[in-house]
Nanobody
Framework: VQLQACGGGLVQAGGSLRLSCAAS????????MAWYRQAPGEERELVAT???????NYANSVTGRFTISRDNAENTVYLQMSSLKPEDTATYYC???????????????????WGRGTLVTVSS
């Protein structure tokens, strides 16, 4: 099982970007999915979360500007970022609680998975 994120890049302040992150491999189920970010010299911080049922939560700093969504059929989580600010510059990481499928009779064992980061740079 792995997570693959993409969609980062360079954008001017006020612009938009859409990140996506797809889970692949032998998967039984995916529970909560999330996006984190880490700016240079800073600790990793939670940006947004979404449950398997679609309930969402956001960091105060992105509320009203970012939207997290998911496609359960495609095992993919998205982060639509609008009205971007220079302080949104960071490497963005996707995160998910995934229960791999090990075959008939295997136990349900969800684990936390991280994707490789994708860099978002917002110029002023």
């Amino acid at each position: 099982v792995q997570l693959q994120a993409c969609g980062g890049g360079l954008v001017q302040a006020g612009g938009s970007l859409r990140l996506s992150c797809a889970a692949s491999g032998s998967i039984f189920s995916i529970n909560d999915m999330a996006w984190y970010r880490q700016a240079p010299g800073e600790e990793r911080e939670l940006v947004a979360t979404i449950t398997s049922g679609g309930s969402t939560n956001y960091a105060n700093s992105v509320t009203g500007r970012f939207t997290i969504s998911r496609d359960n059929a495609e095992n993919t989580v998205y982060l639509q970022m609008s009205s971007l600010k220079p302080e949104d510059t960071a490497t963005y990481y996707c995160n998910a609680m995934i229960a791999p499928y090990y075959g008939p009779g295997s136990k349900y064992r969800p684990s936390e998975y991280w994707g490789r980061g994708t860099l978002v740079t917002v110029s002023s």
